[in-house]
C-alpha cells in the first residue's frame, strides 16, 4: 500500500479543544506513508432513525470518509465519565441504516485528554463498547489517556519532549495495528 488513509475523529467542538490540538501534534509522529484527515462532525444533524432514507448531506461526507479509510483514530475527552454527545452522534450516523456500518473492519485507536486526573480513561472504555458493537478491531494497548497539565505542551504550543516520547509509543503501536489489518 503507498498510503494508509487516516480519519481522525475528535469528540470536541470547542474552538481551543485540547484534544484537537493534541490530534494535531499526533499526526507529526507518524511515520511516512501515512495521511490523515480530520472528520468533520460539527454540522451532523442529531441522529433520528426516521432520516435513514434520506440521510443528509454531511451524513454521507462522514460515511464516504470513514469508509474510504484505512484506520480511525478517536480522540475525546471525558464528559460525565462518557464520551461526548457528539461523538456517539457521529458514529451512530455513520453505523446506519442498518447494514450500512462504515466503521466495520476498521481498525481504530483511541486517545484523548481531560482535565480531569483520569484523563479520559472512563470514554474510552465506553468508546471500546461502542466500537466492538460496531465491528472494529480497537487497539487496547497502550493506553493513552491523558490529564490537562503543566507540561503536556511546551510555551509553544507543541508537544513537551516527555510528551512526545510517550505518544510516539503510540502512534507506532497504531501503525503496526493499521497495518496488521490492511494488505499492500
Known amino acids: 500500500m503507498d498510503t494508509y488513509k487516516i480519519s481522525i475523529v475528535v469528540g470536541s467542538l470547542r474552538k481551543e479543544s485540547i484534544n484537537r490540538k493534541l490530534a494535531e501534534a499526533v499526526v507529526n509522529l507518524a511515520p511516512p ?26 451524513v454521507l461526507r462522514l460515511k464516504s470518509q470513514i469508509q474510504a479509510s484505512d484506520g480511525v483514530i478517536f480522540v475525546t475527552p471525558e464528559y460525565n465519565r462518557s464520551i461526548p454527545g457528539v461523538l456517539k452522534n457521529a458514529i451512530d450516523h455513520a453505523s446506519r441504516p442498518y447494514g450500512t456500518n462504515a466503521w466495520k473492519g476498521k481498525p481504530a485507536g483511541m486517545l484523548g485528554v481531560s482535565i480531569g486526573h483520569s484523563g479520559s480513561a472512563m470514554a474510552q472504555q465506553h468508546l471500546r463498547n461502542v466500537l ?26 507543541n508537544l513537551s519532549e516527555a510528551s512526545e516520547r510517550f505518544l510516539q509509543r503510540w502512534m507506532d503501536h497504531y501503525v503496526s495495528w493499521v497495518r496488521t489489518f490492511t494488505t499492500s
Open 33 to 58: 506513508g501515512f495521511a490523515f484527515t480530520l472528520a468533520r462532525i460539527d454540522d451532523l444533524p442529531l441522529y433520528n432513525q426516521d432520516d435513514d432514507d434520506r440521510q443528509a448531506e454531511s
Open 132 to 157: 466492538a458493537v460496531l465491528g472494529m478491531p480497537t487497539m487496547t494497548i497502550p493506553e493513552a489517556y491523558l490529564h490537562t497539565k503543566d507540561g503536556l505542551f511546551d510555551d509553544e504550543g
